[in-house]
């Protein structure tokens, strides 16, 4: 697909933004989506933001079940949101309309344009400055699970099939390695070691599913920190965003996704591996936060379970990165030739951490439940 500025204009025609549009660039750093920041000019106000986003084909074959998905659940939070006496444009995503009356935008090279207005007075964080912050995200998280608990799951469709399906990951993996499309397999060595010796833990949360242990709730399923965004008055999460991947999932996803993109120091593409590690303090705040958040939602078998759930979001994350990189780069955005294989490198050295440091995770989870 050809680069989303080729038809930006086209799809900041299709929108009502309500004043004139004076600008829009790239925005945010999501690793899926083709972000922009609208600016609108109004007669006599201040200038107002939108944001614009051509949704991604290599991860989304159809846009309009994946809009479907963000119009019901939208609603439904707005619904919640009002009736707690909060504040529905701030406190939830909206989605604007493109002028034909549509959920979005086909554009004339079949690319698909969504548009929701800037949530004003927050800060986006691509790391946990402070524990404070840390925890203000996971109470969010917490909340946003809690919020959707009655939402109709099976209304939902399943946006990315077998998204957090470990097993099937590490499926893809082999079939990436099989047909080493690029050569470069051989740059991979001891990556790939370091999954064949946890092929097996690929299974643990799916088997703890499957035997009923751990229920299946209406999850987000890409909890990075950068996917809530902070109030800058308060210093709480105001408003989850990112909502693509709503979907069944697992409770112990949404903490371990967390936990692996914000429980530590380093940039996902960190190339300096002894600089990764984990932050126990920063694990063990996200956890009260996040049991906060979901207030007491979670059976007692979750929440024995919410370390796996970080060590297996980061190998997955881990193997899913391995795996565009042998498939050359389709998936994730980049921005220099191995950042996926840099980016695979930090999970795994993550995990490695989490495995040295498996009591102290165990006991944590255990003192924030008491
Ligand atoms: P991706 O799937 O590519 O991560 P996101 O939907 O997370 O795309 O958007 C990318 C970034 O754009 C976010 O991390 C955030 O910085 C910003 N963003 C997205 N939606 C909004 C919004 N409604 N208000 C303010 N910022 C937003
Ligand atoms: C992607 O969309 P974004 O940048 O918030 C990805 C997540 C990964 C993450 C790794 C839809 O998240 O699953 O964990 O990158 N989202 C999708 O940083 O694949
Ligand atoms: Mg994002």
């Known amino acids: 697909m050809a680069e989303a500025e080729q ?18 660039m790239r925005y945010g750093r999501g690793h899926i989506n083709d972000t922009f920041c609208v600016h609108t000019q109004p007669e006599d106000d201040d200038c107002r933001c939108f944001i614009l986003q051509r949704m991604s084909s290599a991860a989304f074959k159809h846009p309009d079940q994946l809009m479907a998905n963000i119009i019901s659940v939208t609603e439904y939070l707005g619904q919640k949101i009002l009736a707690a006496g909060g504040d ?12 034909d009356g549509g959920a979005y935008f086909t554009d004339s090279q079949g690319g ?38 009655g939402f109709p799951a099976g209304t939902l469709y399943e946006t990315i099939p077998h998204f957090h399906d470990t097993e099937d990951r590490l499926a893809r993996l082999k079939a990436a390695v099989a047909a080493d499309r690029l050569g470069r397999v051989k740059d991979c060595g001891p990556e790939l ?9 690929c299974s643990v949360a799916l ?43 697992l409770a112990i996803f949404d903490f371990g996704d967390s936990i692996r993109f914000g429980a530590n120091h380093c940039a996902e593409d960190e190339r300096d591996l002894s600089r990764v590690s ?25 929440i024995e379970y919410l370390p796996w759930g970080a ?30 294989l840099d980016r695979a ?9 989490m495995e040295a440091h498996w009591e102290e995770m165990n006991a944590a989870v255990r003192a924030a439940a008491r």
């Open 207 to 249: 088997n703890a599913m499957r035997a009923g242990e751990l229920p299946v709730r209406v999850t987000h399923n890409d909890t990075k920190l950068n996917n809530v965004l902070i109030d800058k008055k308060s210093g709480e999460g105001l408003c989850v965003i990112d909502l693509d991947t709503v979907m069944p999932g």
């Open 311 to 340: 060590k297996l979001m980061t190998l997955e994350c881990g193997i899913r990165f391995l795996t565009d990189y042998l498939d050359g780069d389709t998936y994730f955005h980049i921005s220099r030739p191995g950042q996926n």
């Open 112 to 149: 698909a344009w969504r548009a929701y207005p800037f949530v004003e007075g927050t800060y986006c964080y691509q790391s946990a400055e402070t524990p404070e912050l840390f925890s203000a995200s996971g109470r969010a998280f917490g909340r946003f699970q809690r919020m959707l608990d």
């Open 278 to 302: 984990l932050d126990l303090d920063l694990f063990s705040s996200y956890t009260a936060a996040f049991l906060e958040g979901t207030g007491g939602s979670l059976t007692p078998r979750e």
């Open 193 to 201: 070691e370091f999954v064949k010796a946890r092929e097996g833990d």
């Open 345 to 353: 490198r930090t999970q795994f050295k993550l995990v490695s951490d």
């Open 7 to 24: 038809t930006l204009n086209e799809a900041l025609d299709a929108f009502e933004f309500g004043a004139p549009v004076v600008g829009a």
């Open 88 to 99: 529905r444009s701030r406190e939830a995503m909206e989605v604007i309309r493109p002028r």
